[in-house]
């Protein structure tokens, strides 16, 4: 299976943006999906991650109320709506999947990942 990740860029503190991902080779709707980032010299961070139905979702405790996860299985598609950016959020993202149906958090629990798109949110 291969997942694309795109929609990143620059964009000022406080404004939004919206990351997708899509995958192709293989369904992705009956696996969990998740995002993840990595700053420079930092380790990839988990963000969000939802379950294969999309009623079940897990986000990293700074970006609750900031971001939301979201799929659409018919488009086997993922979606990261990112709002109130701040340079923190300075990362390359990236998408996964799993093998599993449930929300998981941990990097190793991930068998497929995208390419990454940088996101760079300027002060």
């Known amino acids: 299976v291969q997942l694309q990740a795109f929609g990143g860029g620059l964009v000022q503190a406080g404004g939004s943006l919206r990351l997708s991902c899509v995958a192709s080779?293989?369904?992705?709707?009956?696996?969990?999906m998740g995002w993840f980032r990595q700053a420079p010299g930092k380790e990839r961070e988990f963000i969000a991650s939802?379950?294969?139905?999309?009623?079940?979702?897990l986000y990293l405790d700074s970006v609750k109320g900031r971001f939301t996860i979201s799929r659409d299985n018919a488009k086997n598609a993922l979606y990261l709506q990112m709002h109130k950016l701040k340079p923190d959020d300075t990362a390359v993202y990236y998408c996964?999947?799993?093998?599993?149906?449930?929300?998981?958090?941990?990097?190793?629990?991930?068998?497929?990942w995208g390419q990454g798109t940088q996101v760079t949110v300027s002060s």
């Open positions: 939802i379950n294969s139905y999309g009623d079940s979702t």
């Open positions: 080779g293989r369904t992705s709707s009956g696996y969990a």
């Open positions: 996964a999947s799993r093998q599993q149906f449930n929300v998981a958090r941990y990097s190793s629990q991930y068998v497929y």
